[in-house]
């Protein structure tokens, strides 16, 4: 990832101009399911092409899609690990505790080991103050070793490509704590060009007092950047948010804030000399918008969610289309997805059926040849077909098949050299068959199929302008152009559509029909 590794964000709001944000350590921030926080992060990691990890650590919560992966928890005992999950544990400082922390971690390995010392402390020492000491250092421990014994985790973290999350809302705060810090810790000492995101930022990096994520998240913010792994900080608001990292992060997204103290901070945050925004503006953004800011940047964004393909992003970030009638032309993701697999795979069954078919077709041809057999004058009907070749009218058809089966056996009789393919197989059996495709509306192909049937085909087209109509007919705009152009070469392999070069047109024997 180079220095100056640019994403595209969105647009901007009015202009429709195209907006990109570095990659840097990052704050998003704005009201929770009011603002597109989940639906931002996710899009600029997809975009970015990077890395990333993300936690999931309450039920409910709007997460980030992709791949799970198992917790991962590296054993500490240092005295400033132990005081800093102590401290998160009690939600206050616990400095003048230091003295007997520092003496209950000395020789420990493993928290559990913290926990032998605490209780073999309390029972030997005669003084009142320290005795209540271990014993409270013992009761958290009590608390919290057998948790982490029944973690199901990972010897590493498996970074990978593209988003993983990492499900923890299972385990309670203490041991998500602990669990969050190891992740950053192995990333900031094993990766390099990994994204992490820190969920509810002011309750696992607070300003007021020491968490074991805060430790590790304040010295990644430090030094991370040198090898390219960012933090971005995901929280509803920054009052409660530690400084440090705040002041650590390069780039923020500001979205919708209605408490007055907190519009305030939000302003206060953003770029001096500049052209700051009113307190009304950033309270009455709209879901999807941002006030984006980095350097001496400052803008209003309509973020372009993943699912949403840019000439309709930026129609919403003009004003000329509404968010809520985009998202209602999609589909659910999941259900097109298993639709284009099923698909798909009946379609390979059928390319292989026809070209089998149409080797059939052709070895039939030169048979009928053989046999003297040869198709009726084209100027004669169907029903004239019949009578010409077995005299019999048209309803006769088992009349008709018999004659011709006669035909076909004398011709092999009186062919010395097929005489003995009537001895290895004295019964032949002819069978043409028209290959039926049947397509769905609901799916790209099927959408693809009723401009067939409807004459889209009738003059050349591309596939951009095909694909164009097809979204525009109700198919996902978020859909890859790819898909229609799949599903065009497809047609051509059908044998429904002739292909010159980049253009399509109808087969001109191809019939079509609407159920």
Known sequence: MSANHQVHLGFEVGTGVSVS???????VTGQT???GKTTTLEAVITRSGLPAIAFLTKRGEASLSGRKI???????????????????TFKQGQDFKQPWIMRVCEGARSLADVQRRAAKLEEETRNAMSKDMYMVLGEYLRKVVPLISSLPKSDHVDVGDGLAVMDLVRYPEELQMLVIASTLEWIHKNSNGVITVIPEAWKY???????????????????????KNYIWIDSQDIAGVAKLLLRSCAVWLIGVQREANEVKRAISNMPEGMK?????????????????????????????????????????????????????????REKETEDDDMWKEKVDELTEQVAALQEENKQLHVQLKRFNITPPAPEKTGT???????????????GFMANIAARVIEQIRKDPVLIRLAVEKPAVEITVN????????????????????????????????????????????????????????????????????KQYTAAPDVETRIA
């Not at 944000?21 to 704050?27: A, K, N, Q």
């Not at 009723?450 to 164009?468: D, I, P, Y």
């Open 21 to 27: 944000l570095p990659i840097r350590h990052m704050v």
């Open 33 to 35: 399911q009011e603002s």
């Open 434 to 501: 028209r290959k039926v495709v049947t397509m769905d509306d609901s799916t790209i192909k099927g959408k693809i199929a009723k401009l067939l049937h409807e004459g889209w085909f009738a003059q050349e087209r591309n596939a951009a302008e095909t694909h164009a109509e097809v979204v525009r007919r109700g198919m996902a705009p978020k859909t890859p152009q790819v898909r229609s152009w799949e599903a065009l070469n497809e047609f051509c392999s059908l044998g429904l559509l002739y292909r010159n070069d």
């Open 205 to 227: 990096i607070p300003e007021s007092k020491k968490t074991p994520v805060k430790v590790v998240a304040e010295k990644l913010a430090r030094e991370g950047a040198g090898l």
């Open 70 to 88: 198992l917790p991962y928890f590296r054993e500490r005992a240092d005295w400033q690990f132990v005081q800093s999950i102590i401290e998160s």
């Open 276 to 332: 700051r925004p009113k307190a009304g503006d950033v309270a009455t953004l709209e879901l999807g918008q941002f006030f984006c800011c980095h350097g001496r940047e400052l803008r209003k964004v309509y973020v372009q969610p993943v699912w949403m393909i840019p000439p309709l992003a930026q129609l919403v970030a003009q004003g000329r289309k509404r968010v809520e009638d985009v998202a209602r032309m999609q589909p659910a």
């Open 384 to 398: 004239d077909h019949i009578r010409a070749v077995t005299g019999k009218p048209f309803d006769d058809i088992e």
